[in-house]
């Protein structure tokens, strides 16, 4: 089946500073793609949805001057915590939707980030 | 917008047993309904989905039914092993659109 990816793994940075997550799409092109949020025993919640060749679109609440993202080709999405703070420690989580009549989303294996 | 609420936020069931997790959803629009599995530090496994043409789907142990008209949906796990532990969420979204997660339900099978 299709794969996403999801680069780094885990992440712990200083307060303050910048840290970019990499979504891939490893055997399918994916014109969108989905940014993902889920802090400890909760649930998922959408942040963004990422286009490729236009600007996301973010939920409400959710700073696109924080939280930039990128999607550069048919096959990657980046997301951008900048100026991280410790409430921004999360479980960031990508996913890409299936193609060809079929609903399924793809998720990648999510990026543990620790700001500390 | 579409709000999923789902219950119970914790299941504990003795190995064998039968599971069953619900979930409302609110959008009359939404058509796909996919339930999944997380395990700690991973991110989520779907396991079964249906569509809002169907009535219910089933997949060897795992089962999902379907209410339209009551905006229900609800997962049915059968003879449980200690590995179905995990939490287990549904989503509902218009047509594989963003989706929209219920909160969550902690499901702990005791051998």
């Known amino acids: 089946g299709a794969v996403v990816s999801q680069h780094p793994s885990r992440v712990i940075c200083k307060s303050g500073t910048s840290v970019k997550i990499e979504c891939r799409s490893l055997?399918?092109?994916?014109?969108?793609m989905f940014w993902y949020r889920q802090f400890p025993k909760q649930s998922l919640m959408l942040m963004a949805t990422?286009?490729?060749?236009?600007?996301?679109?973010?939920e409400q609440g959710v700073e696109k001057d924080k939280f930039l993202i990128n999607h550069a080709s048919l096959t990657l999405s980046t997301l951008t915590v900048t100026s991280a703070h410790p409430e921004d420690s999360s479980f960031y989580i990508c996913?890409?939707?299936?193609?060809?009549?079929?609903?399924?989303?793809?998720f990648g294996p999510g990026t543990r980030l620790t700001v500390t | 917008g579409e709000n999923v609420e789902q219950h119970p936020s914790t299941l504990s069931v003795q190995e064998g047993d039968s599971a069953v997790i619900k979930c409302t959803y609110s959008?009359?629009?939404?058509?796909?309904f996919p339930w999944y599995k997380q395990e700690l530090g991973k991110g989520p496994q779907l396991i079964i989905d249906?569509?809002?043409?169907?009535g219910e789907k089933k997949d060897q142990r795992i089962a999902v039914t379907l209410n339209k008209t009551a905006k229900h949906f609800s997962l049915h796990i059968t003879e449980t092993q200690p590995e179905d532990s995990a939490v287990y969420f549904c989503?509902?979204?218009?047509?594989?659109?963003?989706?929209?997660f219920g909160k969550g339900t902690s499901l702990l099978v005791t051998p």
């Open positions: 996913s890409a939707p299936g193609w060809g009549g079929s609903y399924e989303q793809y």
């Open positions: 055997d399918f092109q994916a014109t969108t």
């Open positions: 990422s286009n490729e060749g236009s600007k996301a679109t973010y």
């Open positions: 959008d009359s629009a939404s058509n796909y």
């Open positions: 249906i569509r809002s043409n169907v």
């Open positions: 989503a509902a979204s218009v047509s594989g659109y963003a989706l929209n």
